[in-house]
């Protein structure tokens, strides 16, 4: 695996091992995927943190404001697939993200989740949200309308989206899209202090 790749899948992780992330600043991928505990649920939250750990003297730092995933500026994917989260996590601003899976989770607000997510990676170009009920599809009962409209959303929010959960992005789709609801993509930065 790549200097610049950690993946921390499938370890039933309660804290990120010791010597796992040394140097933030060069992670580019991050697979937090198959944790599955609800703590993962308040990795980005700003009051608490309690999965994403730093390191001084090869002891954990527990941090108790939004500095885990905002110290990787670098960070082009996040794979956070089969971990509880739901529609309210909160995520760090991250400028240079480009790919985001988050399929497999407990997200059934689509509104909540998606602005809040445009906000925070404004350049994402591939998203994956694939069985949650806030993207609804053949698989996990919805319709085809509800699917569209799903697509339609999402696409509306990400002006540089090219895929987003199996299938690219068409020009037609992007164009029905915009004239359903307009350009919606959140260009300000999510306060990354608490208040």
């Not at 760090?92 to 059934?108: A, C, E, G, Q, S």
């Not at 909540?112 to 906000?119: D, G, Q």
Request: glycine share 2%.
């Amino acid at each position: 695996m790549a200097a610049d790749t950690v993946s921390l899948a499938y370890r039933d992780l309660a804290e990120i091992p010791l010597g796992q992330i040394k140097n933030s600043a060069s992670v580019r991928v991050l697979d937090l995927s198959h944790n599955a505990y609800v703590g993962l649920s308040l990795l980005f939250t700003q009051e608490k943190l309690c999965v994403l750990l730093f390191f001084a003297n090869d002891e954990p730092i527990r941090l108790t404001e939004v500095k885990s995933l905002a110290a990787f500026q670098q960070l082009e994917t996040l794979i956070l697939d089969n971990n509880l989260l739901t529609s309210h996590v909160k995520l760090p601003f991250l400028p240079k993200l480009k790919t985001f899976w988050v399929n497999n989770n407990r997200i059934t607000n689509l509104s909540i989740f998606i602005e809040h997510t445009a906000a925070s990676f404004p350049d994402l170009i591939y998203l994956s949200m694939m069985n949650n009920e806030a993207a609804p599809s053949y698989f996990n009962g919805g319709t085809v309308q509800q699917y569209d409209d799903y697509r339609q959303f999402v696409i509306s929010h990400f002006p540089k989206l090219e895929r987003l959960d199996e299938r690219p992005i068409t020009a037609e789709e992007r164009a029905s899209a915009l004239q359903l609801y307009g350009s919606r993509n959140a260009r300000r930065r999510p306060s990354a202090t608490p208040r």
